[in-house]
């Protein structure tokens, strides 16, 4: 209740502190859906997904995998707008890459768009 009202965990009812070290506080990580559409609605290119490492209990997720093939299928069938259905395509087909399944820090690497009229 406390995160869908103020948008911080558990113990952390404000803004952490940053001048001292809470050692049970939780900080609110963003999904990479919401990261592209920060980026792309700020004029950037995902050009590269990376990751950190990898740890030997993230290959136990991929027992998710094709449910979440087959939800992501049948939710983004809905679209009706052409150049979303494509960015749907693209946002699909980043969310199987390894470094979104298993990797443990993502890295993503965006440049800024051309503006229009401008060439890349």
């Not at 911080?8 to 919401?34: K, Q, Y």
Request: glycine fraction near 8%; charge should be positive.
């Amino acid at each position: 209740m406390r995160f869908l009202g103020s948008g911080f965990f558990g113990r952390d009812g404000r803004p952490l502190n940053e001048t001292s070290r809470h050692p049970l506080h939780h900080i609110g990580l963003a999904t990479f859906s919401e990261l592209r559409y920060e980026l792309h609605v700020s004029g950037f290119q995902i050009k590269e997904a990376l990751h950190t490492h990898v740890k030997p209990i993230s290959y136990f997720y991929s027992f998710y995998a094709p449910f979440i093939w087959l939800y992501t299928l049948l939710a983004f069938r809905k679209e009706k707008d052409p150049e979303q259905r494509e960015r749907n395509r693209e946002i699909r087909a980043a969310l199987f890459s390894f470094s979104i399944l298993f990797g443990e820090c993502l890295m993503l690497v965006a440049q800024k768009a051309p503006s229009v009229g401008q060439g890349k």
